[in-house]
């Protein structure tokens, strides 16, 4: 059974950089779509981005200035950088896997919690 | 950019049929995915390419998607169904994902 597990501070302070890491257990990370969504407290969800393990990243176009995304197939671990964060950065992480032959996501981290404050 | 438009809330007696709507400029032609999440644990997939079930899904939830509208349908409701709904697509003009603002359905 494949398990995500994010990691990272769970608190950052206004004007650095957020970092967060999820590792895949139970299976290989190779040849899938590594996604990093996030939820707001009492919002919906929003997508960030995606990595495919070749390196190859998307990100939301709203976020892309300060995002990168990068993939460590030997660790089975890929991550998350988001830089010049402010309260609004404030949001519970998840990250996600893109199942084969779709679009859709079916495994899901249980979310780290990240708050943005001095 | 894609957009995706849920009800905020839909409401629903024990033994009933709810049906959450997700709106957007010809989703039909998309795969559209539903998650369930419930209060402080991750989504969970419960539909995926527009009626398709993972295992371990019950046959009471299902999906349907047609023109601008896709629709979750879930039969016989329980009280265990409460929570929120989430639907996605994957937009290939701008190639990002995108939710839903999500329904919360209430079991009365």
């Known amino acids: 059974q494949v398990q995500l597990q994010e990691s990272g501070p769970g608190l950052v302070k206004p004007s650095e950089t957020l970092s967060l890491t999820c590792t895949v257990s139970?299976?290989?990370?190779?040849?899938?779509?590594w996604n990093w969504i996030r939820q707001p407290a009492g919002k919906g969800l929003e997508w960030i981005g995606r990595?495919?393990?070749?390196?190859?990243?998307n990100y939301n176009s709203s976020l892309k200035s300060r995002v990168t995304m990068s993939v460590d197939t030997f660790k089975n671990q890929f991550s998350l950088k988001l830089s010049s964060v402010t309260a609004a950065d404030t949001a519970v992480y998840f990250c996600?896997?893109?199942?084969?032959?779709?679009?859709?996501?079916?495994?899901w981290g249980q979310g780290a919690l990240v708050t943005v404050s001095s | 950019s894609y957009v995706l438009t849920q009800p905020p809330s839909v409401s629903v007696a024990p033994g009933q049929t709810a049906r959450i709507t997700c709106g957007g400029n010809?989703?039909?032609?998309?795969?559209v995915h539903w998650y369930q999440q419930k209060p402080g644990q991750a989504p969970v997939l419960v539909v995926y390419?527009?009626?398709d079930r993972p295992s371990g899904i019950p046959e009471r939830l299902s999906g349907s998607s047609s023109g601008n509208t896709a629709t979750l349908t879930i039969s016989r409701v329980e009280a265990g169904d409460e929570a929120d709904y989430y639907c996605?697509?994957?937009?290939?003009?701008?190639?990002?994902?995108?939710f839903g603002g999500g329904t919360k359905l209430t079991v009365l």
């Open positions: 990595i495919f393990t070749s390196g190859n990243t």
């Open positions: 010809n989703i039909g032609v998309k795969g």
């Open positions: 996600a896997r893109v199942a084969r032959g779709s679009s859709s996501l079916d495994y």
């Open positions: 139970g299976g290989s990370i190779n040849r899938y779509y």
């Open positions: 390419d527009d009626s």
């Open positions: 996605h697509v994957s937009d290939t003009s701008s190639d990002h994902y995108v």
